[in-house]
């Protein structure tokens, strides 16, 4: 008991000086109230609910040890940041708007035809809004085309797009709420949770950026982020006493799970051509090439003390390299979170916001898996490649905005 008192103590005061210390170089809420607001649940959590959910003094000093790493990058990636260095992407009007209505006609396309073959296909009138959820999920991954796995969830970058867009006046106010309400449709159609959460995940992070949100109104803002999740949870109908159990599963079940990987419990007997539980994106790519056939599922195997088969982001990369791993993937983490974070706030370009939005929900569920190992990550990039290079931003000083600055001498 004492043993773990000092831990705590000592790790939180040095975590609060670093963030504070952080705080001073940059002001901007973002990336760093999220993963520090979640961890802080996380490890509470599990210490004061206690029972299943209770974790060693090693996996304590892990987790702490990890908030540390995701922390440090950021130190020195604001080492020379001056908040009033500003450049804004400001992109063509016409082709703004011409860009929004093509990404929002097609992602609605995509997911009406699902709906479609959903309706002739799940048992609705028998199971109700639970056959939604649990046949649809099934056959919308049997049916995925290109084309759905493309722009079915493309408000990740419409959203931001609108955000853009309504700032420079382009477009109203009530074509910006369109485009959140379109982007809201196209993740209630399975009632999953998750895509609901980076929805608001989208609208929250641009939306900081856009327009300067902070301090109290930010962290308002992310008590919104429950609410959807929940709402989805509440529909069906489960018990007081259920659902609270089904949150502590939810929510600290991975924290306990990633403790059986830490002691060398976790068990996958399988066969596989490529055996890095890390370089899934890579791997995956080679399956569709025909150039291996076996490689490790982001579908981790299941422990039944919790019972649940995730086990937080840090799983992949402490499976393939142990405790270093786990160090490797919150480095990563928080040094792509601060970069993406200064870009997209130094410069308002829908690359750097939009894949913003994608890392901020990836923090966002980093108690359950690792988004940045999947493919959906790199597929994002290309299309805001291709998406940034059709609206043709210009860049400008935003401290004087009728000097041009030249793209190639974008001082990274």
């Not at 830490?262 to 068990?267: A, C, E, I, P, W």
Request: glycine letters at 4%; charged letters at 15%.
């Amino acid at each position: 008991m004492l043993i773990r008192f000092v831990i705590n103590i000592v790790f939180l005061l040095l975590i609060a000086l670093l963030f504070l210390i952080i705080k001073n170089k940059t002001r901007k809420a973002g990336y760093l109230e999220i993963y520090s607001l979640l961890w802080l649940l996380l490890i509470a959590g599990c210490q004061l609910i206690g029972g299943i959910y209770e974790i060693q003094d090693s996996t304590l000093f892990i987790f702490y040890m990890t908030w540390i790493m995701f922390l440090v990058p950021s130190l020195l990636i604001y080492e020379n940041c001056s908040e009033n260095e500003k450049y804004s992407h400001k992109p063509v009007k016409n082709k703004l708007k011409l860009m929004l209505f093509f990404l929002i006609s097609i992602s609605l396309f995509v997911n009406l035809l699902s709906l479609y073959s959903l309706i002739g296909s799940i048992n609705f009138f028998k199971l109700g809004l639970l056959a939604l959820r649990v046949q649809g999920k099934e056959i919308i991954d049997e049916q995925s085309t290109i084309f759905y796995q493309l722009f079915a969830k493309s408000y990740i970058i419409y959203i931001p797009l609108a955000m853009i867009g309504y700032k420079n006046k382009y477009i109203n106010k009530a074509t910006l709420v369109l485009c959140c309400i379109v982007g809201l449709f196209t993740c209630v159609i399975n009632l999953t949770r998750a895509p609901v959460l980076s929805w608001a995940i989208t609208i929250i992070t641009s939306t900081t950026i856009c327009f300067n949100v902070s301090g109290k109104k930010f962290y308002s803002y992310i008590a919104l982020l429950i609410t959807p999740v929940l709402l989805i949870t509440l529909l069906f109908g489960m018990e007081n006493e259920q659902l609270l159990e089904n949150v502590k599963l939810y929510v600290f079940g991975g924290v306990k799970a990633y403790e059986m990987i830490l002691s060398g419990r976790y068990s996958d007997l399988s066969f596989y051509d490529i055996g890095l539980y890390s370089t899934d994106f890579f791997n995956y790519t080679l399956k569709k090439m025909g150039l291996v056939e076996r490689y490790p599922s982001l579908i981790r195997e299941y422990t039944y003390a919790p019972p649940t088969n995730v086990y937080t982001y840090l799983d992949a990369l402490t499976l393939d390299f142990g405790v270093i791993g786990a160090i490797l993937s919150a480095l990563i983490l928080g040094t792509i979170a601060a970069y993406v974070h200064k870009k997209a706030h130094s410069t308002n370009d829908i690359l750097y916001i939009s894949y913003y939005c994608f890392i901020n929900y990836a923090i966002a569920i980093s108690f359950m898996n690792n988004e940045l190992i999947r493919i959906n990550g790199f597929i994002l990039i290309a299309e805001l490649v291709i998406i940034r290079m059709v609206i043709q931003p210009v860049l400008q000083d935003a401290t004087n905005p009728y000097q041009l600055v030249d793209f190639k001498n974008d001082v990274q």
